[in-house]
Nanobody, 124 residues
């Protein structure tokens, strides 16, 4: 089993930055794909970004390309989402997710482990 805990959410003005962290426990995460999703009330959970086990393969939603970066530290069992140039439409609960394997899917159902989520609020 893997447990995920996110941190780093908060409130920021448009144009600001936040860094989300995801810490995994329970087993080594080197062979997992790690991803970030976000969700607002009344909408489906949407893919934000993912990173392969080696850290060399990353994906980003079009809405965050050029503003967000993702990286991981396997030695610390952690993944990070650096969010720059934040916009009000980035406001959501952000979730960290893991899946066993090497391919980075963008659909939530492919991920078997989820964190509890952390709120990000961007004001205009």
């Amino acid at each position: 089993q893997v447990q995920l805990v996110e941190s780093g959410g908060g409130s920021v003005q448009a144009g600001g930055s936040l860094r989300l962290s995801c810490e995994a426990s329970g087993r080594a995460i080197r062979s997992f794909v790690m991803a970030w999703f976000r969700q607002v009330p009344g909408k489906e959970r949407e893919f934000v970004s993912s990173i392969s086990w080696s850290g060399g393969g990353t994906k980003f939603a079009d809405s965050v390309k050029g503003r967000f970066t993702i990286f991981r530290d396997n030695a610390k069992n952690m993944a990070f989402l650096q969010m720059n140039s934040l916009k009000p439409e980035d406001t959501a609960v952000y979730y960290c997710a893991l899946r066993d394997g090497s391919y980075s899917f963008t659909e939530p159902f492919n991920y078997g482990y989820w964190g509890q989520g952390t709120q990000v609020t961007v004001s205009s």
